[in-house]
């Protein structure tokens, strides 16, 4: 049964200490997305990957956030430094999207609670 | 831009009711991807469906029912028969049909079902 998984499962931090959040996607799956949940925002896009490059990131604060995909089965998501703000549900999706259409279902991890205090 | 609108904040109804859960969208795109994922009380996303733009015939599964009407730009969620494990948060979300395929999400529906 494949599944994304990330890690950790909970991260409780104090503001300025850096984060790093790991996802792994499905097997043979092209594209990987992080996404943030919060109660006042909703789930908003951070960045997205396709064949581990990166295709959008607008939706991430540069100057503290970076995403990386150092292997196709491994993307991080970093903070540096972390804030009370950044405190959130993390998600990690995957996806096989290939050109014009056909498949397009999005995989999500159980994500990673943070907490800045 | 893409935009999804789920006005209805939170449904309760008591188990074996059916329940409608609205969506509408807008889109400039001519063909696109709509979806429904669930988010239990236990926090994952769960994938339900995918419905290509172009395809308008609703679907059934079990007792999950789906009704896009592109003419009104709505995606409508009905379960029939609902139990108390249905108990979740709704999502309705839009992605475009090539290109960039990340999920623009609606506010998201709370459903209690009451025993």
């Known amino acids: 049964d494949a599944r994304v998984t990330q890690t950790p499962r909970h991260k409780v931090t104090e503001m300025g200490q850096e984060v790093t959040m790991r996802c792994q996607p499905i097997?043979?799956?092209?594209?990987v997305f992080w996404y943030r949940q919060t109660m006042m925002q909703g789930l908003e896009l951070l960045a997205y990957?396709?064949?581990?490059?990166?295709?959008?990131d607008s939706g991430m604060p540069k100057d503290r956030f970076s995403a990386e995909m150092p292997d196709a089965t491994l993307a991080t998501l970093k903070i540096q430094p972390s804030e009370p703000r950044d405190s959130a549900v993390y998600f990690c999706?995957?996806?096989?999207?290939?050109?014009?259409?056909?498949?397009?279902?999005?995989?999500f991890g159980p994500g990673t609670r943070l907490t800045v205090l | 831009a893409q935009k999804v609108t789920q006005a209805q904040t939170e449904i309760s109804v008591v188990e074996k009711e059916d329940v409608t859960l609205d969506c509408v969208y807008e889109?400039?795109?001519?063909?696109?991807?709509l979806f429904w994922y669930k988010q239990p009380p236990s926090g994952e996303l769960v994938f339900l469906i995918r419905r290509n733009s172009f395809d308008e015939q609703n679907e059934i599964s079990g007792r999950y029912s789906w009704n896009f009407q592109k003419s009104t730009s709505s995606f409508n969620f009905t379960i029939t028969a609902s139990q108390v494990v249905d108990s979740a948060v709704y999502f309705c979300?839009?992605?475009?049909?090539?290109?960039?395929?990340?999920?623009?999400f609606g506010s998201g529906t709370r459903l209690q079902v009451q025993p």
């Open positions: 999706a995957s996806g096989l999207v290939r050109l014009a259409g056909t498949n397009n279902e999005q995989f």
């Open positions: 979300a839009l992605s475009a049909y090539t290109g960039r395929r990340a999920l623009t």
């Open positions: 990957f396709r064949n581990r490059a990166p295709l959008d």
């Open positions: 889109t400039r795109d001519t063909t696109y991807y």
């Open positions: 097997l043979g799956h092209n594209t």
